[in-house]
């Protein structure tokens, strides 16, 4: 080629000049570990479900399908749980908390809505298992088991399926149509159930009926006793009872004036029942202040809302003539109560013992290596017992007594029965590292208060079961998905590919709009990794 | 002051073509929570997306060039150009100063540009742009439209003669100054926008008044307005919907015109070369660095403080600033350089 006057090269691209060579670091995507999910007792994958609900209208049923995974009953976790994801959100530290529970039950009420359905693909494994109860713990169990091959058969001792999310949930927090619905779908799926059936003894049940594996999820549903010196006249009731009783044809009768013992969930709905009741006056009455009560924030404060009173630091003498006695308490330096001596009276047509459950476990007499501590059946990491092939979760064995606990338990139970019915244990995959509210560039953020749930009006709440907090339509539950914060996984925003300064980063566009480090050209800067905003890449060390 | 009225500035420039935008420079995104800062957003559709988050950006400075880890200039420089590309269908051509920005990108016989593009001397790009432009006009090439660019000593120092006189015969140029406030190229001298008390090769951290001196420099956005031009504006390498909404303004627009990028230079600052992009947003999150756009002279719209910082925030990471936070330090040079920022705050309505 000639070449102009003092010219002797020929001109080139300088991308023949492969600066990735001048690196000592690299920049690597990775997923970590976003902490709400970490925080789920049901183990959901709650920010790749947000992460679909984010497109709107066709990703919600993407949302749902991911959220059911893990979780078969949606529309009731996002009414009842008491979202720990949220207490660990990321976001909560740049403005409020994703309102997660309530897009939850969005995607869990358009699935009852729309009517979508859940299919089975996996092979029939041939295998027959038994679920002792159809509480949260054994319908997921059920749910799980089925989804994996397994024949299910629920064994339920009460008229209903549900455990004690119909007898224990009062209705204004739980519609019942809901959980219903939500029960029928996993039903449908082929699980078979046969109420009013109280197993006796587990292991003649698994013989007789030719089951390879059990999963016992009973519950706890003896309400726990204090003695209460009373006289004759004096009403006391468990709250465990009184709840269940609400679902039958005759009300509970209180009387106007009531009081609940205990500082649990249980005594704050039976006293917020009881107000529905008719009761004028509804006390709670705890030994200890409110910062060590055992119950929620939220349905202390809507028990307060609702006019419920509380009478802190204090225990129950006597209950005669229509007076309590109390004796006043006093912390002390460990943060236990100590009797102080003095005592006042609080007038009560009725007094409700909300101390705690018990679990019957008679069905488990007679069953080599089962171990009971503390009236709760010992498990395994496995969720098995001191039996081989016997398995068991939720209020009976020790953990936090919630519908998410117990769901988790039987997802988890699942996995490892499906496991130990293939002679393969199941290993749960490594836990990414946890993304950390220091891994995220929150100036790309933008700035979005937390969407609030309509609440029924003062005046329906005092006198009906309505439900009490409503559900978000739907632009407020996309805004509130898309407030995610897609804490350690990449939700495609394009900052990497826009910020560095050779070009280094390809973006290999749909589907899935990912994207990948050009290391010839790549100079190790970081910048892609600072200016990530969820914190999905990370600088690697290169060996030299 | 955010609305833009054309007619209002009396400027024998008319704009080139009927596409207008209202409001601020920064793009609108409503809802996506997700969206609002960052490049793009895949719930966006690729036209709302900035230049750079689209996979057809045309990459004006491409991979392979020599610039530093981290490197400002060649940021900002993709940045403007491709929205210039974007704005003009790829009619474009670059004439460009010496210093880093020419040096790391054309050692001959590679080049790093994916446009036509001229380099001639230090001093006189504005004036080779200028010609540029006036052989286009002489040929009838109307939509061929011209960039000049250069780096802080490039444009304030050694080409300000040129570039005052190109605002002056009102040539038909967009004029990109990238300062990362020194003369990096040859090793670290203080140039005219080089900050007070900041340490360059020839203004030391010693003695009474460590670094450049106090009440000296030169503030050439403003200086460009004085002269009257249809355009100015200021921009950083951390807001890319704002620094592309202004390229894209002043390509709508004929006459000259000025755009001032703030690009910070790890290695001539003794930055962490991942801090580029977070330093550009502290040094306008505090002050130090006023973010505007002014038409005919009159300041018309401000980018506001999101998150202010006090100026600290923005000189400790940087080595050029570490003799103000030794032991004992210099807590009255920072007292005056906050002093800066907040005068700034005032005078631009930032807050």
Not at chain 1, 29 to 46: K, Q, S, T
Not at chain 2, 180 to 198: D, F, H, I, K, L
Request: charged fraction near 25%; hydrophobic fraction near 35%; charge should be negative.
């Amino acid at each position: 080629m000639k070449k102009p006057y003092a010219i002797t090269l020929d001109l080139g691209s300088s991308r023949a000049n492969h600066t990735g060579s001048w690196r000592t670091e690299r920049a690597v995507y990775v997923d970590r570990l976003p902490p709400c999910n970490d925080a789920c007792p049901a183990g959901e994958n709650i920010q790749a479900w947000l992460y679909e609900a984010e497109e709107g209208e066709g990703g919600y049923e993407r949302a749902w399908r991911k959220l059911v995974e893990e979780n078969p009953l949606p529309a009731v976790m996002g009414r009842v749980c008491y979202h720990p994801c949220e207490t660990a959100c990321n976001r909560a530290q740049l403005d409020e908390a994703v309102g997660i529970h309530s897009v939850e039950r969005f995607l869990g009420d358009e699935a009852i809505r729309r009517g979508w359905r859940i299919e089975v693909d996996a092979e029939p494994s041939g295998k027959r298992v038994l679920v002792v109860g159809a509480g949260p713990s054994g319908l997921s169990a059920a749910y799980h088991l089925n989804r994996l091959g397994h024949a299910v058969t629920i064994r339920e001792a009460g008229p209903l399926a549900g455990g004690m999310m119909h007898f224990g949930i009062p209705a204004y927090r739980l519609p019942r149509d809901v959980l219903d619905a939500e029960v029928r779908r996993i039903l449908d799926l082929g699980v078979e159930l046969e109420l009013n059936h109280r197993v006796g003894n587990v292991l003649e049940e698994m013989r007789e009926g030719g089951f390879d594996a059990a999963f016992l999820a009973i519950g706890a549903h003896i309400g726990r006793r204090a003695y209460v010196p009373a006289g004759e006249a004096a009403r006391i009731v468990d709250a465990v009872s009184l709840l269940e009783g609400m679902e039958g044809e005759e009300r509970p009768q209180l009387g106007r004036r009531v009081a609940v013992y205990g500082g649990g969930n249980t005594a704050m709905d039976a006293a917020r029942t009881a107000k529905r009741l008719g009761a004028s006056d509804a006390v709670v009455v705890y030994r200890r202040t409110r910062d060590r009560m055992p119950a929620h924030e939220d349905e202390v404060e809507e028990a307060a809302e609702e006019g419920v009173m509380m009478k802190w630091l204090s225990t129950i003498k006597r209950f005669e003539g229509g007076k309590l006695t109390l004796e006043r308490m006093e912390l002390d330096e460990t943060g236990f109560p100590q009797p102080t001596g003095e005592t006042e009276e609080l007038e009560a047509d009725s007094l409700v013992l909300a101390l705690g459950q018990e679990s019957d476990l008679s069905l488990l007499e007679g069953v080599p290596g089962i171990e009971v501590e503390d009236g709760v059946v010992q498990v395994g990491p496995n969720m098995m017992t001191g039996h081989e092939g016997i398995f068991a979760g939720g209020d009976m064995v020790p953990a936090e007594r919630t519908v998410t606990v117990g769901v988790g338990h039987g997802k988890k139970a699942a996995r490892q029965i499906d496991g130990w019915l293939r002679g393969a244990p199941f290993e749960p995959p490594p836990r990414h590292e946890i993304a950390g509210f220091e891994t995220l560039n929150t100036w790309y953020y933008s700035d979005a208060p937390r969407t609030e749930q309509p609440r029924l009006e003062d005046a329906r709440r005092a006198s009906t079961f309505d439900e009490v907090v409503g559900g978000l339509g739907e632009d407020n539950a996309l805004f509130e998905a898309r407030r995610c914060l897609s804490c350690g996984n990449c939700f495609s925003c394009d900052n990497c590919y826009g910020v560095c300064p050779d070009n280094a980063v390809l973006k290999l566009g749909k589907p899935g709009e990912l994207y990948e480090i050009d290391l010839d050209y790549c100079k190790g800067c970081g910048l892609c990794a600072a200016e990530c905003p969820c914190g999905a890449i990370e600088m690697v060390p290169e060996e030299i | 002051m955010a609305q833009r009225d054309d007619s209002r500035s009396g400027a024998p420039y008319p704009p080139v073509t009927g596409k207008r935008r209202t409001a601020s420079a920064t793009q609108r995104v409503k809802l996506y929570q997700v969206g609002t800062h960052v490049a793009g957003n895949r719930l966006l559709e690729p036209e709302e997306r900035t230049v750079q988050a689209r996979m057809d950006r045309s990459n004006s400075l491409t991979s392979g060039h020599r610039a530093c880890q981290g490197c400002g200039e060649a940021l900002g420089a993709r940045y403007a150009l491709d929205a210039a590309m974007r704005a003009t269908g790829g009619k474009l051509i670059a004439a460009n100063a010496t210093g880093c920005l020419e040096v790391f990108s054309t050692p001959f016989p590679e080049s790093s540009w994916q446009l036509p593009w001229i380099h001639s001397l230090f001093g006189n790009a504005p004036a080779v742009a200028s010609g540029v432009a006036a052989a286009l006009r002489a040929k009838g090439r109307e939509d061929v439209r011209v960039v000049g660019q250069g780096g802080d000593g490039g444009t304030v120092d050694i080409g300000f003669g040129c570039l005052s006189g190109m605002f002056e015969r009102g040539d038909d140029v967009l004029y990109v100054c990238y300062d990362n406030e020194a003369y990096m190229n040859t090793g670290v001298q203080r140039s005219g926008a080089t900050p007070p008390a900041a340490r360059t090769a020839n203004t030391k951290p010693i003695g009474e008044h460590p670094g450049n001196a106090f009440g000296q420099g030169k503030d050439v956005p403003r200086i460009a307005m004085a002269h009257g031009i249809p355009y100015v504006a200021t921009a950083t390498v951390a807001e890319l919907h704002d620094l592309e909404a202004k390229v894209e303004r002043a390509m709508e627009l004929r006459g000259p015109r000025y755009l001032h990028v703030f690009v910070p230079c790890p290695l001539g600052w003794g930055a962490d070369s991942a801090d580029t992009v977070k330093l550009a947003r502290t040094v306008k999150e505090s002050g130090l660095f006023p973010v505007f756009e002014a038409e005919a002279g009159e300041v018309t719209a401000v980018s506001k403080i999101r998150r202010q910082v006090p100026v600290e925030e923005y000189l400790r990471p940087q080595r050029r600033y570490a003799h103000l936070f030794g032991d004992p330090g210099h807590p009255e040079i920072v007292e005056r350089l906050q002093a800066m920022a907040d005068a700034n705050i005032e005078r631009y309505g930032l807050l």
